[in-house]
């Protein structure tokens, strides 16, 4: 036999809440009907006591039992029986139907067996007499009156009581199939509306997988799938910029290396065939090496900046003096300074101030902004360099008063490749665009922070946060961890 399959979730859950609806109303119809039974049964085993009290009464105290016990049955719709020590029986009721079940009595009932089959009185026999086609529950008794044993046998129908079941358990299961009709249509409007945004979700994706991003996911509401449509439609956006980044990176780099390329190889076929002549090699081939020069540190800064986003460079934490590196770094610009008769205005808060950090990395983030600062600051200018420390982090800051960056380019300035001068940089040392992007992505990876501060005209300050040494990272000198 093959097996059933439900291949999509929609068909599971409508399968399982069905499946679900239909066992609990089933036991809840079934539970209802026996106890509704049982119940009943419970009634007449409290008739058929009271009526052998009162049959008692009568033998003991009427002077015709016979006739009160008649009067009795047919009050009760019952069958009474009385057996005395010799085994005579007699019956008393008023319904014809039990005339058929009276004369098999003697011998169905013949004292002994009785007896044997009842046990102690009280006692409820429930047994179906063939003969009649009637199922009955019989209660036992015995008596003593005059100095005679006698037993009494109180017999009630329940042909009735059958039928009553019967009709209920009809009634039930037509309301329980009514009851699973609408649990089935509940059930399907429910996995639908669990079931359709993920439906919707799927067929996005499959858009976002061909490279189409302009998809979003239309979800109200608070539940789970609306959440998860946010996030998806939070992801699309994310993603969209990441491609448009892509895009843009590969234009320019593309851009970058062209340009240099082209200008190297025209220079390269000008000496080769003679239109620039052999005494004017020297400054030609100059102009090669510098483009050289700009396209390895190019390449060198992508290189840098990858192994930083993908977290292959660990970092080597180790406790310094930030002032001290400050000074050791601007050692190394004293001759471009003195190229453009600058000045270095350095203030530390106190003498010595100590970082927990990786020195080696940050020393390459002090030169970047340096460098930015003389190379867009224009003839006898001033750059400054500042440390002060708070309770659990150093601040250290490098402005300039130079050319400054406009409001509306201050969130681009570390995007890769992002340069705020294009056509008017004052400088002709243009950069490649990725130096401010390794400073962020290195400040970002101690788990620390830069922010800028710059006005067109007014000069650009750029400040960075440090996590400051404690006296016990002095003394043991830090070791290495990752980088966050």
Request: aromatic fraction near 8%.
């Amino acid at each position: 036999m093959r097996k059933l399959r439900f291949r999509t979730i929609f068909s599971r859950m409508l399968f399982l809440q069905s499946a679900t609806a239909l066992a609990v109303i089933l036991l809840i119809g079934i539970v209802l009907t026996m106890v509704v039974r049982i119940q009943n049964v419970q009634d007449i085993r409290s008739v058929l006591y009271d009526k052998s009290l009162a049959v008692e009464n009568a033998m003991r105290s009427e002077e015709d039992p016979d006739t009160a016990l008649s009067m009795i049955a047919g009050q009760s719709d019952l069958l009474i029986e009385r057996i005395d020590t010799h085994g005579s029986v007699r019956s008393y009721y008023a319904d014809p139907r039990w005339q058929k079940y009276s004369e098999y009595g003697v011998d169905r009932t013949a004292y002994e067996e009785v007896r044997r089959t009842a046990g102690t009185s009280g006692d409820y026999l429930r047994h179906y007499f063939r003969q009649a086609s009637m199922p009955i529950l019989t209660l036992y008794r015995s008596m003593e009156t005059d100095g005679e044993s006698s037993v009494l046998l109180l017999h009630a129908d329940l042909s009735g009581l059958n039928r009553h079941t019967s009709e209920l358990l009809l009634w039930t299961s037509l309301i329980c199939l009514l009851a699973f009709l609408a649990a089935v249509l509940v059930s399907y409007y429910s996995a639908h509306r669990v079931i359709d945004p993920f439906v919707e979700i799927n067929h996005i994706v499959q858009c976002y997988s061909r490279g189409d991003f302009s998809q979003r996911i239309a979800l109200t509401g608070k539940d789970e799938a609306a959440q998860l449509g946010r996030s998806f439609n939070e992801m699309a956006e994310q993603i969209k910029d990441l491609d448009n980044t892509r895009r843009s990176f590969v234009a320019n780099v593309s851009h970058e290396l062209r340009s240099p390329l082209t200008s190297m190889k025209g220079f390269l076929e000008a000496m080769q065939d003679g239109t620039i002549p052999e005494e004017n090699y020297s400054e030609y081939i100059g102009i090669v090496l510098g483009e050289t020069r700009r396209m390895a540190t190019m390449v060198n800064d992508l290189l840098d900046l990858s192994r930083i986003e993908s977290g292959m460079i660990e970092l080597q934490y180790e406790v310094f003096d930030i002032n001290e590196l400050v000074r050791r770094t601007l050692i190394t610009f004293e001759t471009r300074l003195a190229e453009k008769n600058m000045e270095m205005d350095v203030r530390f808060a106190q003498e010595q101030c100590y970082v927990y950090a990786d020195s080696a990395k940050i020393g390459q983030v002090l030169r970047n902004l340096i460098d930015n600062a003389i190379k867009y600051s224009g003839e006898g200018n001033t750059v400054g360099v500042s440390t002060y420390s708070m309770r659990k982090e150093v601040y250290v800051t490098v402005k300039d008063n130079g050319v400054g960056i406009p409001q509306e380019d201050i969130p681009h300035v570390f995007d890769r490749f992002y340069k705020v001068e294009k056509a008017h940089t004052p400088s002709p040392q243009v950069g490649s665009g990725l130096g401010l992007s390794i400073v962020k992505r290195i400040i970002e990876q101690h788990g620390q922070t830069i922010t800028v501060r710059s006005a067109r005209g007014r000069g650009t300050q750029f400040t960075f946060s440090l996590e400051r040494a404690g006296m016990m990272k002095r003394v043991t000198d830090g070791g290495k961890h990752n980088g966050t």
